[in-house]
């Protein structure tokens, strides 16, 4: 179904006005399904022209792509696409930044403690002490990542970790916004046996301070990159600070494709959006971006990778995932963040005149607006 732009305005005007108990017909959630596949085959034609300019985009394996050095592709991303997995480390409930794009806006102040003394390592909460039981029992993985929430909040906790699992012999990344790092600190964590650290650049808009603790954390950790949601706000700061940027000699870049959920979406509310495979609800603008920035470092040949880590990608590590867990053919945790769709999300897109659907015709009897539906 071909469902012409200005019928799926109509009916997503009418979608966003039912309560949020109100099931749908089956020839209702046709007309969505056929709006959100309009929106995004138009999206992937025009990400398509915009990757076909970049002339040394490379292609990993089908799971994802990137420009740049083969060599300085982050290990922790080989980890996560082809190993298994990210596996989570959780210890820090606080954060010393507030940024619109964080998952948990809204709630940092609410965010349930892990536990005194506790860490959180795939679901289960484990002491300290329980680690060497843990890595005894159970296969080890590839790698596992620090997240949750900014790990410099109380930094000095993590470093006995990191030798443990530095012992085991897994290869270990940490997400940091980089506001509160210091030499000391980096320091501590390189001798500790960290072997990735990635900045999220965009929390601090691309602060000089941040920057400068880019170029320290190269000293005393071997893989060192950024990692930050694609939004305009960073691909315009990072563009006036690109030189010292690069200058710290980083490995790589990560343009996180934004995806959004109940606690960020509003702060988006008047952007243009699509959902990706019925999942991941996205501003059409961040993977644009991240297109645009890529060829950019491919025509300057930065000396690093760049990674255009999409909804595609994180679909292909979730498949990954589900293989190296030996479930069912096509199992996957890839699924929509959200219990009940904001249709009214998308009436900003299905509104805007400059975007055009490639193909309509014309519903068929009992589809269109106004109709009796049965």
Request: aromatic share 12%; proline share 3%.
């Given at each position: 179904m071909k469902i012409p732009k200005k019928d799926a305005l109509?009916?997503?005007?009418?979608?966003?006005?039912?309560?949020?108990?109100q099931e749908l017909m089956v020839k209702q959630q046709e007309i969505i399904y056929a709006t959100f596949a309009q929106i995004e085959e138009t999206i992937d034609h025009r990400n398509d022209i915009l990757m076909s300019q970049i002339k040394g985009l490379k292609n990993l394996e089908n799971r994802t792509f990137f420009v740049g050095n083969d060599n300085k592709f982050s290990k922790g991303c080989r980890s996560c696409l082809f190993g298994t997995g990210l596996g989570a480390i959780r210890k820090t409930n606080k954060c010393d930044a507030q940024c619109k794009f964080c998952y948990n806006y809204g709630e940092l102040d609410n965010l349930p403690p892990i536990g005194e003394g506790m860490w959180e390592i795939g679901g289960t909460k484990f002491y300290e002490k329980d680690i060497?039981?843990?890595?005894s029992i159970q296969k080890k993985p590839t790698g596992v990542a620090y997240v949750y929430l900014e790990p410099f909040m109380e930094?000095?906790?993590?470093?006995?970790?990191?030798?443990?699992?530095?012992?085991?012999?897994?290869?270990?990344?940490?997400?940091?916004?980089?506001?509160?790092?210091?030499?000391e600190t980096l320091k501590a964590l390189g001798e500790a046996g960290l072997d990735e650290i990635r900045f999220n650049l965009g929390a601090a808009n691309c602060s000089d301070k941040v920057i400068e603790n880019i170029k320290i954390a190269k000293k005393y950790i071997q893989n060192v990159g950024i990692e930050t949601p694609m939004t305009p706000e960073f691909f315009e700061e990072f563009l006036k600070k690109k030189?010292?940027?690069l200058d710290t000699k980083l490995d790589f870049i990560n343009c996180a494709e934004l995806h959004l959920n109940d606690n960020n979406i509003y702060n988006y509310s008047e952007e243009n959006m699509y959902i990706s495979r019925?999942?991941?609800?996205?501003p059409i603008w961040s993977r644009e971006l991240t297109l645009k920035f890529m060829k950019i470092a491919d025509e300057e040949n930065w000396d690093l990778a760049v990674h255009d880590c999409s909804n595609h990608t994180k679909f292909?590590?979730?498949?990954n995932l589900s293989s190296k867990e030996e479930r069912w053919f096509g199992a996957s945790n890839y699924a929509c963040e959200f219990s009940r769709i904001p249709y009214e999300a998308f009436l900003p897109i299905l509104s805007d005149d400059n975007f055009k659907f490639l193909s309509e015709e014309e519903l068929p009897s009992g589809y269109k607006p106004g109709e009796l539906i049965f």
């Amino acid at each position: 179904m071909k469902i012409p732009k200005k019928d799926a305005l109509r009916w997503f005007e009418f979608f966003a006005m039912l309560p949020e108990d109100q099931e749908l017909m089956v020839k209702q959630q046709e007309i969505i399904y056929a709006t959100f596949a309009q929106i995004e085959e138009t999206i992937d034609h025009r990400n398509d022209i915009l990757m076909s300019q970049i002339k040394g985009l490379k292609n990993l394996e089908n799971r994802t792509f990137f420009v740049g050095n083969d060599n300085k592709f982050s290990k922790g991303c080989r980890s996560c696409l082809f190993g298994t997995g990210l596996g989570a480390i959780r210890k820090t409930n606080k954060c010393d930044a507030q940024c619109k794009f964080c998952y948990n806006y809204g709630e940092l102040d609410n965010l349930p403690p892990i536990g005194e003394g506790m860490w959180e390592i795939g679901g289960t909460k484990f002491y300290e002490k329980d680690i060497d039981l843990l890595l005894s029992i159970q296969k080890k993985p590839t790698g596992v990542a620090y997240v949750y929430l900014e790990p410099f909040m109380e930094i000095e906790k993590y470093y006995s970790v990191i030798k443990k699992f530095k012992a085991a012999g897994i290869y270990q990344h940490l997400y940091t916004n980089g506001i509160s790092a210091t030499e000391e600190t980096l320091k501590a964590l390189g001798e500790a046996g960290l072997d990735e650290i990635r900045f999220n650049l965009g929390a601090a808009n691309c602060s000089d301070k941040v920057i400068e603790n880019i170029k320290i954390a190269k000293k005393y950790i071997q893989n060192v990159g950024i990692e930050t949601p694609m939004t305009p706000e960073f691909f315009e700061e990072f563009l006036k600070k690109k030189q010292a940027i690069l200058d710290t000699k980083l490995d790589f870049i990560n343009c996180a494709e934004l995806h959004l959920n109940d606690n960020n979406i509003y702060n988006y509310s008047e952007e243009n959006m699509y959902i990706s495979r019925q999942g991941y609800i996205s501003p059409i603008w961040s993977r644009e971006l991240t297109l645009k920035f890529m060829k950019i470092a491919d025509e300057e040949n930065w000396d690093l990778a760049v990674h255009d880590c999409s909804n595609h990608t994180k679909f292909a590590r979730d498949l990954n995932l589900s293989s190296k867990e030996e479930r069912w053919f096509g199992a996957s945790n890839y699924a929509c963040e959200f219990s009940r769709i904001p249709y009214e999300a998308f009436l900003p897109i299905l509104s805007d005149d400059n975007f055009k659907f490639l193909s309509e015709e014309e519903l068929p009897s009992g589809y269109k607006p106004g109709e009796l539906i049965f």
